[in-house]
């Protein structure tokens, strides 16, 4: 059964970065980072390709593409969720989640230490070394063959717990079959995350529809609020 998004807070979000620059294994810090500061879906993700990213005036961008093949699976052939999907290649989710073009942040603005210089993010180093775009080794399509959506849902929980934040979350904790306890949260909460943190940068609602994909700027409206929220103070009431 699914569940409202729940974006990361202020605090949570300082730890959730903290964490996924420290995980052991390097697609994992990634792929958090990737989720969280460009606010695609999940099954975009699984299908990132090496052919979607590009450089304009020294920055690293992604394009997502409004249709492509599908690369996980060799040949002619196409995964299970494109099937699903009733397709022959990959496709966004929305009319409006393709063709968007998304810069790589190569830092952030923390909104929980409230400092005025941002602070450095390896976001780019990262995908530029997994997708060999600095000339050396790496992979066309992301870990080789793609990703199921499983693995991107296992790799959050495991930054969460890495990060400690269950008892940060409105929704706290979730029994994991191979992980145990951990902090209750899924990819599309960091994609509201990214919608959220658009907001405490004072971004206006149609460059937030155009980052994200949304068709319809009242989906938005959530984010926007949740933002005004915590500024207003109000979140921080329940801890009081």
């Known amino acids: 059964m699914e569940r409202d998004t729940v974006p990361l807070k202020r605090q949570s979000m300082h730890l959730f970065v903290d964490a996924a620059d420290s995980m052991d294994k390097p697609l994992k810090g990634m792929v958090a980072l990737f989720l969280t500061f460009t606010g695609v879906r999940v099954d975009t993700l699984c299908h990132l390709h ?73 976001l780019r180093e990262r995908l530029e070394h997994h997708f060999s775009l600095d000339g050396g080794p790496g992979h066309d399509v992301i870990d080789g063959d793609g990703l199921s959506i499983s693995t991107p849902n296992n790799y959050v929980k495991e930054v969460a717990a890495e990060a400690e934040i269950g008892f940060l979350r409105p929704t706290g904790y979730t029994n994991h079959t191979r992980f145990g306890r951990v902090p209750d949260i899924v990819p599309h909460d960091l994609r509201g995350t990214f919608c959220v943190q658009l907001a405490r ?23 926007i609020r949740f933002a005004e929220q915590e500024f207003s103070g109000d979140f921080e009431k329940e801890f009081i």
């Open 50 to 122: 090496s052919s979607w990213f590009g450089y304009n005036e020294g920055a690293l961008k992604v394009k997502i593409p409004a249709e492509d093949t599908c690369t996980k699976v060799p040949g002619d052939e196409v995964c299970s969720r494109c099937r699903q999907k009733g397709k022959d290649g990959f496709s966004p989710k929305t009319n409006a989640g393709g063709g968007r073009t998304l810069k790589i942040p190569e830092s952030w603005h923390n909104h929980h230490t409230d400092e005025s210089e941002q602070q450095p993010l390896d």
């Open 201 to 223: 940068n004072d971004a206006n609602v149609f460059k937030m529809c155009k980052k994200t994909g949304h068709a319809d700027i009242q989906s938005l409206r959530p984010y």
